[in-house]
C-alpha cells in the first residue's frame, strides 16, 4: 500500500476446468491509473478480469490487491475490499429499473455509500437519472453500459475492471463514456483496467497498455505510442 501499487500479479496460471488459459501473467498497476488490456478475441482478457475478481480461482502465482493477498478470497470478499467488476456484456438486471440496479450494486458490494453517491452519479451520467423508473432491459447499449458503471460505482470501488465496455454501443456515445471514465478517474483518483478493442477508446482512456497474447502479456504500449493510432492498431493485430 506504501509503495503506490494498487495491483500486482506475479506469475499468474488460471483457466477452466484444469485447462490453463493465463499463463504467468505478471501486472503492476499504480494507484489512480488507467490502464487498457488490449489484444484479439479469445486470448484471456476476459479471463484476466475474472481471475482479478476472483470468479475464477489463481492455478499458481499470485494476485496482492494493496499489497494483501486475495487470490484465497471470493469475489465478495474482493468487492469490499474495494475491486469493482463489470463484466463483458454488462449484465444488468433488465426487469429491474435502473433505480433498482444501482440499489443492488451498493448492496452487493457491502461498503458505505455517502449520502450524495447517487446523485454524483446521476451528474456523471444523466441518462440514468431520467431513466431512474424505467426497466434495464428496455434500455439501448450504451445506457446499459453506463447503468453498469454507475451500479459498480454505488460500491465505492477504489479500483474498477471493466471488460470490453465499447462492445455493441454506436462510436459517440463509446467517445462519451469513455471521457467520463478519464473525468472520474481525474476527480476521484479511482484506478481504471480496462480491457478493450475499440482503437478510439484505447487511445480517449489508456494512460498505457498491455497487450495480451495466447494467455500471457506480450508487450506493454508506452504513452507516446499511444499517440500513434497506427501503431495501436498493430498491437491490436497481433
Ligand atoms: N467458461 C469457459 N469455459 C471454458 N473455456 C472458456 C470459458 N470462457 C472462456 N473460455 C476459453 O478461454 C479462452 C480465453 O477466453 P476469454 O473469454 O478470456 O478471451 P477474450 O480475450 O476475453 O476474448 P474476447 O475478445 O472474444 O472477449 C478461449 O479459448 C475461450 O474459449
Ligand atoms: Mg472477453
Known amino acids: ?9 506475479r506469475g499468474l496460471w488460471s483457466g477452466y476446468g484444469g485447462k490453463p488459459v493465463l499463463q504467468s501473467v505478471d501486472m503492476d498497476v499504480r494507484e489512480g491509473e488507467i490502464v487498457a488490456v488490449i489484444g484479439r478475441n479469445g486470448v484471456g482478457k476476459s479471463t484476466l478480469m475474472k481471475s482479478l475478481i476472483g470468479l475464477i480461482a489463481t492455478a499458481k502465482g499470485s494476485i496482492a490487491y494493496r499489497g494483501q493477498s486475495v487470490d484465497r478470497l471470493g469475489a465478495n470478499r474482493r468487492a469490499r475490499l474495494g475491486i469493482g467488476y463489470v463484466p463483458q456484456g454488462r449484465d444488468v438486471f433488465p426487469r429491474m429499473t435502473v433505480l433498482e440496479n444501482l440499489l443492488v450494486g451498493q448492496s452487493i458490494s457491502g461498503r458505505a455509500a455517502p449520502k450524495d453517491l447517487m446523485d454524483r452519479i446521476f451528474g456523471y451520467f444523466p441518462i440514468l437519472a431520467e431513466r431512474r423508473g424505467q426497466r434495464a432491459g428496455t434500455l439501448s447499449g450504451g445506457q446499459q453500459q453506463q447503468l453498469a458503471i454507475g451500479r459498480v460505482l454505488m460500491g465505492t470501488p477504489s479500483m474498477i475492471l ?12 463509446v467517445q462519451d463514456i469513455a471521457r467520463i471514465m478519464v473525468e472520474l478517474n481525474a476527480t476521484t483518483g479511482v484506478t481504471i483496467v480496462f480491457v478493450e478493442q475499440n482503437i478510439d477508446m484505447i487511445r480517449i482512456m489508456a494512460q498505457r497498455c498491455y497487450v495480451m497474447d495466447k494467455g500471457r502479456i506480450t508487450d506493454e504500449i508506452a504513452p507516446h505510442v499511444l499517440e500513434d493510432r497506427a501503431a495501436v492498431r498493430r498491437f491490436l493485430a497481433v
Do not use: A, K
Open 1 to 9: 500500500m506504501t509503495d503506490g501499487s494498487i495491483l500486482t500479479t
Open 162 to 173: 471493466l471488460d470490453e465496455p465499447s462492445e455493441g454501443i454506436q462510436p459517440n456515445i
